[in-house]
């Protein structure tokens, strides 16, 4: 067998277990919506010391703030830190004074917990569920740094145009990740995956980057708009950029969209995988 016929199936292979993974991920979010015992668990700025809403002129939006010493009003940024051994964590944003509103199914008799500290200019939040299907709506008005950490199963999420975001780290041991960008601001991404699949729609707004580390599995962009520059790595396997122009440096292939240079808009990747492959539509 030739090597480029070796590529190839690397390729579908990967994609393959990509694909299905995902599609067990969400065989599972459906069965513990239907059997799973379902909870609610939110927090309102009503639960915080300190803490007073800001009319910021400049951007004519409410703001949250923390009051230090009786004087100084700090923007505080919440930390969502998201612990999933089995199950799901589908994170969307939404129009609301709410900090978060964490809606669980529980399988097993298990149950999702949250606890928060309060720091001078942070809040921390730990949301841990051994198995379960959690939706977590963050609010728009609020800044965040999202972390993910998923042993087996499935990590998603959408954000809004209005949504503020400054950090999004995942890692999942087997799973799927999706990340549906909609013209929001988001600083960096970090995605850690040991086996499956990473799947980005949407662009953002503005800059932003990503870094993807994927052991064996794939990685697929969709509905970019031309708008992304990827720097392709592949130990074993391939890509297929679609008709992104291609030119490799220094042991990297990569690909850049027609509307890349010219767009304030735009996706740097710099993706990384072992065994598998790359596909641009």
């Not at 917990?113 to 963050?138: F, G, K, M, P, W």
């Not at 965040?144 to 975001?165: D, H, K, M, R, W």
Request: proline share 2%; with cysteine; charged share 15%.
């Amino acid at each position: 067998m030739d090597g480029s016929k070796t590529i190839a199936i690397i390729i579908i292979v990967a994609l393959i277990l990509s694909i299905g993974i995902v599609g067990v991920n969400s065989y599972f979010i459906k069965s513990n919506e239907k059997q799973g015992t379902p909870s609610s668990i939110l927090m309102t700025p009503d639960n915080l010391e300190n803490a007073t809403f800001f009319d910021n002129e400049a951007t004519n939006k409410t703001e949250l703030n923390f009051i230090l010493n009786n004087t100084t009003q700090v923007q505080p940024v919440i930390n969502m830190n998201i612990h999933q051994k089995v199950g799901s964590a589908n994170v969307i944003f939404a129009d609301t004074d709410n900090i978060y509103n964490i809606t669980s199914s529980n399988y097993n008799n298990s149950s999702t917990t949250v606890r928060y500290t309060q720091n001078n200019d942070s809040l921390d939040v730990d949301v841990s569920s051994n198995s379960a299907a959690n939706t977590i709506v963050l609010s728009n008005k609020y800044i965040y740094n999202i972390n993910g950490e998923v042993l087996c199963g499935g990590f998603a999420t959408n954000f809004t145009p209005e949504s503020q975001v400054r950090q999004l780290n995942v890692n999942v041991t087997l799973g799927g990740v999706q990340i549906q960008l909609n013209n929001n601001k988001i600083q960096d991404m970090d995605v850690h995956i040991t086996v499956g699949g990473l799947d980005v729609r949407g662009s953002p707004s503005g800059y932003s980057h990503l870094e993807s580390e994927i052991k064996v599995g794939g990685l697929n962009f969709e509905d970019n708009n031309q708008k992304v520059y990827v720097r392709s790595g592949i130990e074993l396997g391939g890509n297929n950029p679609g008709n992104y122009h291609k030119e490799s440096i220094k042991g990297w292939d990569n690909f850049m969209g027609s509307a890349y240079q010219q767009s304030e808009d735009k996706l740097d990747v710099t993706s990384r995988i072992q065994i598998g492959g790359l596909n641009i539509a």
